[in-house]
């Protein structure tokens, strides 16, 4: 029976192909998993299921267009070669016994006829002379020509497939294109998504969370099938070594039970109450005896609320864990060079130092750095750090302060970022409209509750900007009348007290919020004695005169925006950059409305509660639009 290749039993159009230039075939590279894809074919095993094994490809259209290209790659390459055999690469041999059906696994070899010892020892043939045996047993098995033959083809094929594999499998190196080892609608995919070469894929996978969430019909089994894949690609030894850094930061629970992180541990072994600028303990103002015990005194005698007291924490701890991990010393023996060093690392912290996507602190990959600090958040850092130590040196609890050897002015960004952390018009109308939608999609009053409570946040914090801080903390009585609108007062960043406007659009919202809470109207507050005055503001979902958390509105809030987001008709980039939007992003928008409407900046600086003009000049783009355009009209 005549063999046949499987490219002549398939079509020719259609499906992606590997990297393949004008040619065909020019950009594939051969790796070990494609002669294994090979042999698995040639062995008879389904085709799909082993492009699905061995090239990640879960498409039927794409494996037979992947598997043609692999063929005439190692087709080209034999004939080059001078080796005659080249014409078995791609040919279906044949199952003993019937006709080869490549979409169905078969086997190659009919059930083996026993041994000619075994059968005259089954047949009690023990006294016959070895010529009869031999005589008998070819009368019993005669010999199939057709089996022998396409075994010797199927032998003949798989020692050319191990030949090639050993001369021309190459080995994929980190700084490989990505076309060259991914079929070509995925390695498309990668590219659109600004990954070009196999290091750009691993460490975006290294970074966790939802990494493959950029590329448009892949999805969390694709994207493991595509992660795995890579992994058998990548030596072991081009794979990023981030256990160091991590691992520090990771639960740890001794043999009392007690838990902590790896690196409390092994802060209490380095013994850090013996650092080198500690002070005589004599009349010390302050009674601790560990880095971490001076850092919760000064905390709690200086931090004015929960926010700043968490901030100051983060910096102090961060510096610890650098300078055990990096310096090999604790805090309280740092000197000069040591703070230089540090805030040379916050502006370039090495990767291993970066936590990985979505990681939860305590669990593994996260780390407190979650990539390079912007000049603003350097300053802030020297700021804290600095008054720490000024603070243990007034306590006595430090000889000296070493931040004060060092240069602390740091200079703005050499870039001015422009905010975009606030929703564009389009990502704006894709949140009414989502809403609108869902109100009339029908339901419960009880299933409306979050969606009122959402678009009144859209209506309130649009108009007043405030922070998510000051929105869970602040209580109807905080209200009040001023000539004939509202403001509210609120306690600011840095436990500062301000006066928020509250224009029209946010009283009405708030007006048909409290409404829809059951519990009034707005007017109710000029009541003498109003009951209204020790309700929150914002109210959880199960109870309307319950206060909202923090962490409960943030992952509500996260949660509508991310749906609306995604079933609406903006581009995939603008899903992409309208998808990071948490809470905050409300009051970014509020200074980008208001300087696009015309207010000016002192304004929006007051209503913002920024100190520094320049944080609100973030959110000018609108008027630099304008500038533009003016500037265009001028000279264009």
Known sequence: MATRTYSDTQPRSGGGHLGATEDGFGALRLGLHHFAYLRSIAQGLDRVDSARRYLAIDHAAS???????????????????????????????????????????????????????AWAEANGLDGWSQAELQALYAEAFPADR???????????????????????????????????????ATAKRFIASGWVTLDDVRRAVARGGRWWRSMPGVGRTKADRLAAYLAALLPPAAMPQRLRVADAFGSHVDAAGSSGTMLQLQLEQAGEGTGSNRAVATTAGTAASTDREAIEAWIAAKAGSAAT????????????????????????????????????????????????????RGQPGWTPFKGPLSAGSRRYALGVLSALFDWLVSAGYLLGNPWRLVNRKIADDRF??????????????????????????????????????????????????????????????????????WVLQVLGKGGKARLVVV?????????????????GRLVDLDRPNSELASLPLVASTLDAREPVSYSALYRSTKTWFSKAIWASDLSIQD???????????????CGTRALDRGVSIETVQRQLGHSDARTTMRYAKPQLDRVQAEMERGFG
């Open 416 to 485: 001015i970022e422009l905010d975009s952390r606030a929703f564009t018009p389009e990502a704006w109308m894709a949140l009414a409209t989502f809403l609108k939608a869902h109100a009339t999609a029908g339901g419960s009053a009880r299933a409306d509750v979050p969606r009122e409570r959402i678009e009144f946040l859209l209506a309130f914090l649009e108009a007043t900007g405030l922070r998510a801080s000051e929105l869970v903390q602040a209580k109807l009585g905080d209200l009040r009348r001023v000539n004939r609108g």
């Open 503 to 519: 224009p029209t659009q946010a009283s009405q919202a708030l007006d048909q919020y409290l409404q829809r809470r059951g519990i």
């Open 309 to 360: 007291a968490r901030a100051y924490r983060k910096e102090a701890e961060r510096l610890m864990a650098w300078a055990l991990l990096e310096r090999r010393k604790p805090l309280s023996s740092m000197n000069g060079d040591d703070c230089l060093s540090y805030l040379t690392f916050l502006e370039h912290p090495p990767e291993d130092w970066v936590s990985l996507r979505y990681a939860v």
């Open 146 to 184: 057709k089996a022998d033959r396409n075994r010797r083809l199927l032998d003949r094929q798989l020692a050319l497939l191990y030949e090639l594999e050993r001369t021309a499998a190459e080995s994929p190196q980190p700084t490989d294109a990505i076309a060259g080892w991914f079929e070509d």
């Open 575 to 589: 899903k992409l950059d309208a998808s990071k939007a948490s809470l905050h992003w409300l009051r970014h928008t």
């Open 63 to 117: 494996a037979v267009t992947a598997h043609r290209l692999v063929i005439e790659r190692l087709r080209a390459l034999a004939r080059r070669r001078g080796d005659r055999r080249w014409r078995l690469i791609g040919v279906v041999i044949p199952a003993v016994g019937g006709a080869a059906d490549h979409d169905a696994p078969s086997s190659h070899a009919a059930a083996e006829p026993p041994t000619i010892d």
